[in-house]
């Protein structure tokens, strides 16, 4: 019953937005919408595996960065902070520019020291952050990821 309700107001505003030609505006917005620059692409078996940064517009997306050596938690995050750095300016952006980055720890016991290590990076204004203890740890056996959104 649900679903045959949806399906019958899908139509309905499907109708409407035609009739309106407000399907003409998002489809002639979609067609004229920038394409995705893409930075630093990794690759597998010589096939595009995911990129360091993808541009689209004003906006930078970083993949996550880890930290692949021997180390504690500390080395670890200024690594990946260095790392995440570097990724933002080939990206034409900073790290005062990030609005948001996402934290995740092999263990949740370092969320103090790794606090220390992250403070001040990002300038007075310091982005949104989620912070997370992820099941089985970070890949690659990094202590830390860290991933960001930014401006340009």
Known sequence: MKTERRSILKKLFASIAGVAGIGTVAQA???SAPEKE???ITTLQDVPLFSGHTKFNNMV???GKGAHFEGDITAHTKHVLDELEKELIAAGSSMS???KCSVFLHDLNDYKAMNEAYKGR????PPVRTTVAVYGGV????L???DCIAYI
Do not use: C, R, T
């Open 61 to 63: 997306f970083v993949a």
């Open 38 to 40: 893409a930075g630093n």
């Open 139 to 142: 890949p690659g056996n990094s």
């Open 97 to 99: 520019k990030v609005l």
């Open 144 to 146: 830390v990821e860290i």
């Open 29 to 31: 917005k979609e067609d």
């Open 122 to 125: 990002f300038g007075d204004k």
